[in-house]
């Protein structure tokens, strides 16, 4: 397995883009497709936020991403946050998703930053085991969300 920035595969574009979509359209109203190409395709950085990452197989096919990005909730100061962490469920258990991790956040450190923040409604055993911390509870578009941080 290889994590990449997207940068280095902008053929996998479509697909991050799909995966978000579906994964998390609903907590974007107005969100449509098109537009998350267009987001996707803003995260092609290696030098600032924000920046999406790839995890390769090792024939150099796709099976995750994940994304650090300045605001993740919306009206939240806080900021840069992990976001968008996505593993093919074939591929779950396998180490791909803390890799993708700590991609993003060797990243945050290496941009300046002391604090990463993320929500989660999914995995927060996940990021616990991690090192993260979680601050709070709450409802976000109609999902009971926990928001966590880690210091880098």
């Known amino acids: 397995m290889k994590i990449s920035p997207l ?3 902008p053929d996998l574009v479509a697909q991050v883009a799909a995966w978000g979509f579906a994964e998390w359209g609903h ?3 107005g969100e449509t497709l098109e537009r998350r190409v267009v987001r996707i395709e803003g995260k092609m950085n290696v030098d600032r936020v924000p920046v999406a990452f790839v995890a ?3 024939g150099g096919d796709i099976v995750g991403t994940a994304s650090l990005i300045f605001d993740d909730l919306e009206g939240d100061p806080r900021n840069p ?4 962490v996505f593993v093919l469920p074939t591929h779950r258990k396998k180490g791909i998703a803390s890799a993708l991790v700590r ?3 060797e990243t945050a450190r290496r941009l300046g930053y002391s604090r990463l923040y993320l929500f989660t409604s999914t995995a927060p055993d996940l990021y616990a085991g991690l090192g993260w911390r979680p601050l709070e509870r709450r409802d976000y578009r109609g999902e009971h ?3 966590m941080d880690r210091t880098l």
């Open 7 to 9: 940068v280095e595969r």
């Open 56 to 58: 390769l197989d090792d």
């Open 103 to 105: 991609a993003v956040e």
């Open 145 to 147: 969300i926990q928001v």
């Open 81 to 84: 946050w992990l976001a968008s």
């Open 27 to 29: 907590l974007n109203p």
